[in-house]
């Protein structure tokens, strides 16, 4: 079942039903004010941190109530509806509706006896105050007076989890006014305004209304809502007048209703304005809004501006719209949505986690290079900031990260401050690929003499920073040879103990020297790139012995020497990650990698996508496989976890299996499943972190939407696997990996300043390979491009 499609010419997606079967999502704003809006604008708003700088509140697991409410009425028949479809809910047999998703913001249009209404939500580019512009017409052929009434829920409390669970506290805190004639201003903790008392200070947020006059206002939910009553049917929308009702120890709200009449024709404009600010400044942000169409225009187009410019960065047209839909610009906003946020607020996490996982941001990093290479260095030189000087990253990077004098998971105050007990085996290891993936495409090859500072004590150039990764692995080695698992590697519910080791991880330390052995041969370290020979050498082969079993890597050993992962086992005898990271890291032969990558095909894929293991665990686990804990074919327990179909995608591509490659894009792609959103039930234009398989009754169904890492895995899958878009320190090498019936298709990419505008062509029905390249007229000898032979426009024809 379809209930929207993608409109790739504005990159907008647009539902035009809007009953979907779970809470359709979209973005907004910066990491100064973050917000997250539903297709029937359910969401809530938060500056800075989703934990501690909560502004309006929401109820979660998928009930998508509250929200920002535009309710609508006709002053004369005293019926009213609602701006989109909830919470009023009127029967779509009499109400239409689109909402339209795109790069920051969200459109909802209505239309319901003859009134037709917009509402655009944004939060203004490099601003922290969010904009629900309205417009309303009257498409009727007689005069309507008409009431618009908006409605927003405040926290009482900034941190999400008091506001939620301490009621005999927060329930007392907090006040509300009508100010200025404009405005409802919330104030918490009011009378701590010029002193800190156990920690709390006084907090002021305000919801506004600029270009219309307030008819009625209320501060307060019960009086707005009504005893009994809910968000679909507001007593002081039924009756028309809000009661100019304020809050004093109950729970707050933002209410404002204005008046007007619209003759037969005739449109009305304005906005409300929400923000976490005190009156003098929010009346400095009304001031702005005399003219909200203008305004709330020009801010708009601001927005579309910004982030189509770097979408635009990377743009390809091929035979397949869910390919084009998804690199062009969903998967790329998704990228730069999770490399904002992390994962730290969505509708399914609460925003509890108030820092960076390091191996989760390190990984997303690399999925907006090609598109930013500016915003990723920054993030770059943080996380490399919060890099341990023993070459191991801080589990979690809190958001008050001090450089130089961070505690950690040595010792006991940062282990009680954030959870995390000790060290991962994988998280400096992400640090190798993004780190090259960057200076290969900037040509910054100056960053490896970068001086930053480690996150304990000391500092040092990134090329030291990654010889001290390197060291950390190599410190820490199992009985076998290979890196210890330490409290985990990629996989969180997979507990080898500390000194059970990991294939995966292994594979990634051998794939690290690769890289480290660049960064040594362009810096004539001679002496480490000897140290790296020797090392890499007997890694491969430690593994090659210790992990290869007929048709397949094994997963790992156990401490105590028990194997994980083999053949023979009864559960999880087959993992995905081993396979496609042997082919990725370079560690296996031709032959090994074929081989490995028929038993993935053969004995782990399904119509939605490669299970992370099979057969599932049900009574043959062993102590540390914490995905026991779920149900067979949900997520770690053999489900489709999202993340690694990115690098399976990858490593057919690295092949030259073109098919096999698309194969598992298109089975995993949410866009592919746009006409059947009924067993997806998730956004078909943004992933999810896993999908139901085989063992769940329902398998399709998909959950934990927008931050993900899949998000990054699989945009490289796709422009530098399947689209071959490999730069090197030099310049670039294009090596599509596509289906062989794509005959031709078109990239355009900028490369370190310079516009590149590649034909592919096809004639033959390739997978992979090339026959010629021509850059502006020039025939090259190979499919690589040096950058300094690059102009600043270049058309480029490749022939498979």
């Known amino acids: 079942m379809r209930y929207g499609y993608f409109d790739e010419q504005n ?7 809007p009953d979907t079967p779970a809470p359709w999502a979209n973005y907004l704003g910066s990491p100064e004010y973050g917000a997250i809006i539903s297709n029937n604008a359910g969401g809530y708003s938060f500056e800075k941190s989703g934990a501690n700088g909560r502004i309006l509140r929401y109820i979660f697991n998928s009930f998508d109530q509250p929200g920002r409410y535009v309710y609508l009425r006709d002053d004369d028949t005293k019926d009213y509806w609602s701006a989109s479809w909830q919470p009023v809910g009127k029967s779509l047999d009499v109400y239409k509706s689109e909402c339209h998703h795109g790069t920051a913001y969200t459109k909802m249009y209505a239309e319901y006896s003859d009134i037709k209404s917009e509402v655009m939500y944004y939060v203004p580019l490099n601003k922290t105050h969010e904009v629900w512009k309205v417009r309303v017409t009257n498409n009727s052929d007689k005069p309507r007076n008409l009431s618009a009434i908006g409605y927003c829920e405040f926290t009482n409390d900034c941190n999400y989890e008091q506001d939620q669970v301490n009621l005999q506290y927060t329930l007392f805190i907090t006040r509300t006014y009508f100010m200025d004639n404009n405005k409802i201003l919330q104030v918490i903790n009011e009378n701590v305004e010029k002193a800190e008392i156990n920690g709390s200070k ?8 600029a270009g219309s006059d307030v008819a009625s206002y209320c501060g307060d939910k019960e009086e707005f809502l009504g005893r009994y009553h809910g968000y679909g049917n507001p007593i002081g929308v039924i009756n028309g007048d809000l009661g100019n009702k304020l809050n004093y120890n109950s729970n707050a709200c933002g209410g404002l209703q204005t008046k007007f009449t619209l003759a037969p024709g005739e449109s009305k404009d304005f906005a409300f304005i929400v923000g976490m600010k005190d009156n003098d400044a929010a009346n400095a942000v009304i001031a ?3 003219d909200p169409a203008a305004a709330c225009q020009k801010e708009l187009d601001e927005l579309i501006e910004y982030w189509h410019s770097k979408l635009n960065n990377f743009q390809v047209h091929t035979p397949s719209d869910s390919f084009n839909n998804m690199v062009n610009t969903w998967n790329a906003y998704q990228c730069f949505m999770t490399f904002i946020w992390s994962r730290a607020a969505s509708f399914s996490y609460c925003g509890l986690r108030n820092g960076y996982g390091y191996r989760d941001t390190v990984q997303d990093i690399q999925g907006v290079i090609h598109l930013a290479p500016e915003m990723a260095l920054e993030k770059i030189r943080f996380m490399l900031s919060a890099q341990v000087d023993n070459g191991g990253g801080l589990p979690l990077v809190k958001f008050t990260h001090n450089a130089g004098h961070e505690d950690t998971p040595d010792d006991p105050s ?15 290891l992400w640090l190798f690929p993004t780190v090259y993936k960057y200076i290969a495409e900037s040509g910054n090859l100056d960053f490896i003499d970068e001086v930053i500072p480690f996150a304990n004590k000391d500092e040092g150039t990134v090329y030291e920073h990654l010889k ?10 199992g009985d076998n040879g290979m890196p210890a698992g330490l409290w985990a590697d990629w996989n969180d519910c997979l507990r080898l103990g ?4 990991s294939t995966f991880v292994a594979m990634q330390l051998y794939y690290a020297m690769t890289v480290i052995k660049y960064f040594a041969e362009m810096k004539d370290d001679a002496e480490y790139i000897d140290y790296i020979n020797s090392i890499q050498y007997k890694m491969g082969e430690t593994i090659q012995e210790k992990c290869w079993e007929d048709d397949r890597f094994i997963r790992g050993y156990k401490e105590g020497g028990q194997v994980i992962g083999s053949k023979n086992d009864p559960e999880a005898s087959m993992w995905l990650n081993p396979q496609s990271w042997a082919v990725i890291s370079g560690l296996a032969t031709r032959k090994q990698s074929e081989i490995a990558l028929e038993s993935v095909h053969r004995e782990l894929n399904t119509e939605y996508g490669v299970r992370l293991m099979f057969p599932p665990y049900r009574e043959h686990a062993f102590d540390g496989a914490l995905m026991l804990l779920f149900n067979a074919g949900t997520k770690e327990n053999a489900g489709i976890f999202s993340q690694p179909q990115g690098w399976i995608i990858l490593a057919e591509a690295l092949m030259g299996h073109g098919n096999r490659a698309f194969e598992y894009f298109n089975e995993s792609s949410p866009a592919s499943m746009n006409d059947k959103a009924e067993i997806r039930k998730l956004e078909p234009y943004c992933h999810g972190q896993f999908t139901e398989s085989v063992g769940s009754p329902f398998e399709g169904r998909a959950h934990v939407h927008w931050l993900t890492g899949t998000a990054s895995t699989c945009m490289v899958g796709c422009v530098e696997g399947i689209m071959g878009m490999r730069p090197d320190f030099g310049g670039i090498k294009i090596a599509p990996s596509v289906p062989s019936d794509w005959k031709e298709f078109e990239i355009e990419k900028m490369f370190r300043g310079k516009k590149l505008s590649i034909k592919v062509q096809n004639p033959d029905g390739h997978e992979s390979g090339f026959q010629s390249l021509t850059l502006n007229g020039e025939k090259l000898e190979a499919n690589y491009i040096p950058a300094d032979k690059l102009a600043d426009t270049n058309d480029i024809v490749l022939v498979m």
């Open 202 to 209: 006084a907090n002021k947020r305000f919801f506004a209304l």
């Open 468 to 477: 001290r990764a390197i060291d950390f692995s190599m410190n820490r080695l």
């Open 288 to 290: 702005g809004y005399a």
């Open 414 to 428: 940062y282990v009680q401050e954030t959870g995390h007990p000790a060290y991962r085996a994988d998280d400096a």
């Open 498 to 501: 500390k000194r059970g080791e």
């Open 11 to 17: 990159k907008e997606y647009v539902i035009d039903r």
